[in-house]
């Protein structure tokens, strides 16, 4: 069965840098689009983009092109969400999230979630 | 860039109703490419339906989808008692490749 193991909450002051992790498990981690969902308090789901681990080709949702960086490290299965400078906007819980069916990008598995707080 | 408009925001039923949620699109989705997701408080969403119409493995007959083009519903035929939840509509068929909805939560009345 599909597993996807989050990093665990982080609490971290504005301008510090961040980076958490995915790991997928129970399938062929190369040949499915895994991606990540913010969800910032007591708010909705945002698609934030996506990477295929085989060849690292990432697409990213318009509003964070340039605000976050996803990438996956295929030797452990584990893919990752970072920031470079985190704002007090960037409190949310953050899933990541397995596409099923090449690269339509609806999402069967979820990760736990890994709750960020960016407070000073 | 396709929008999603989810209606009722809330929808106050009781357990056996019939609840029918709505998602319109700003213009059409792409090959019915619409799912739809519940979550429930402290939990990660869970995926019920995709392709507008298509069951996701485990869900129970009750949940339904349907529609095409702009419009398209989510029907819950019986309410049970884990069905109040909030529940989302997603396109993954067309710029930027993946949209939400706001959601609607739906509430023991």
């Known amino acids: 069965e599909v597993q996807l193991v989050q990093s665990g909450a982080e609490v971290k002051k504005p301008g510090e840098s961040l980076k958490i992790s995915c790991k997928g498990s129970?399938?062929?981690?190369?040949?499915?689009?895994i991606g990540w969902v913010r969800q910032m308090p007591g708010k909705g789901l945002e698609w934030m983009g996506i990477?295929?681990?085989?060849?690292?080709?990432?697409r990213y949702s318009p509003s964070f092109q340039g605000q976050v960086t996803i990438s996956a490290d295929k030797s452990i299965s584990t893919a990752y969400l970072q920031w470079s400078s985190l704002k007090a906007s960037d409190t949310a819980m953050y899933y990541c999230?397995?596409?099923?069916?090449?690269?339509?990008?609806?999402?069967?598995?979820w990760g736990q979630g890994t709750l960020v707080t960016v407070s000073s | 860039e396709i929008v999603l408009t989810q209606s009722p925001g809330t929808l106050s039923l009781s357990p056996g109703e019939r609840a029918t949620l709505s998602c319109r699109a700003s213009q059409s989705v792409s090959s019915s490419y619409l799912a739809w997701y519940q979550q429930k408080p402290g939990q990660a969403p869970r995926l019920l339906i995709y392709?507008?119409?298509s069951r996701a493995t485990g869900i129970p007959d009750r949940f339904s989808g349907s529609g095409s083009g702009t419009d398209f519903t989510l029907t819950i035929s019986r309410l049970e008692p884990e069905d109040f939840a909030v529940y989302y509509c997603?396109?993954?068929?067309?710029?930027?490749?993946?949209?939400f909805g706001q959601g609607t939560k739906l509430e023991i009345k």
């Open positions: 999230v397995w596409a099923p069916y090449g690269d339509l990008f609806y999402f069967d598995y």
């Open positions: 997603q396109q993954y068929g067309s710029s930027p490749l993946c949209t």
């Open positions: 392709g507008a119409s």
């Open positions: 129970g399938y062929s981690f190369t040949s499915y689009w």
């Open positions: 990477i295929y681990p085989g060849d690292s080709d990432t």
